[in-house]
């Protein structure tokens, strides 16, 4: 036999059938949509707050004779070679001069950057810069290729900032022999 469906209240947007609580009320449902809705607006949020800056880091290449960015520009940031993670950091200047990348946790406590064949670090450049560093207050390498030009912005959270000759196309083609 089965049980007898009970009517529901007037109040009551829940009507009881023999299974469970099944939804009448348009007003109901909306409201539960709602909350749902903004829950998991709040877990997405919070997600994204904690540790995007953390999983990301940029590194900016600029010009050492005139401080303009220099743009595709391969790069590869070394890690130390026993990072875990095996983190493999390859990419790309835009036309702003900089290359984002993002790494797995925890990333070697220094890294080094490897210029693409189009230009060369500076004379007596750091070698490798410390991670923490870069993530906490960010770094702005010294300018060793031309005295004249400074850098006189402030360094940003999570941003590298190198100094690099690019190469002329006599460099290029001298090289390439």
């Known amino acids: 036999m089965s049980r007898p469906i009970v009517a529901p209240e007037p109040h009551c947007p829940f009507q009881r059938d023999s299974i469970g609580w099944e939804y009448t009320s348009p007003r109901a449902r909306l409201v539960i949509c709602i909350v749902l809705a903004a829950a998991l607006a709040l877990v997405a949020c919070s997600l994204c707050a904690f540790g995007a800056t953390d999983d990301h880091f940029s590194v900016l290449i600029l010009d050492g004779s005139n401080g303009k960015p220099i743009a595709n520009l391969s790069i590869l940031v070394g890690v130390d070679r026993n990072d875990r993670n095996k983190n493999e950091l ?28 189009a230009a060369l670090p500076c004379p007596k450049a750091p070698v490798s810069y410390p991670t923490e ?3 906490s207050a960010g770094v702005v390498a010294k300018n060793t290729c031309d005295a004249r030009y400074f850098y006189s912005f402030a360094a940003v959270p999570g941003q590298l900032v190198v100094f690099a000759k690019p190469l002329t196309l006599w460099e290029r083609i001298i090289r390439e022999l």
Request: proline fraction near 3%; aromatic fraction near 10%; avoid cysteine.
């Open 133 to 135: 560093d870069i993530l």
């Open 90 to 117: 390859r990419g790309k200047t835009d036309a702003d001069g900089r290359a984002s990348f993002y790494y797995k946790r925890p990333l070697s406590s220094r890294v080094s950057v490897i210029l693409g064949a």
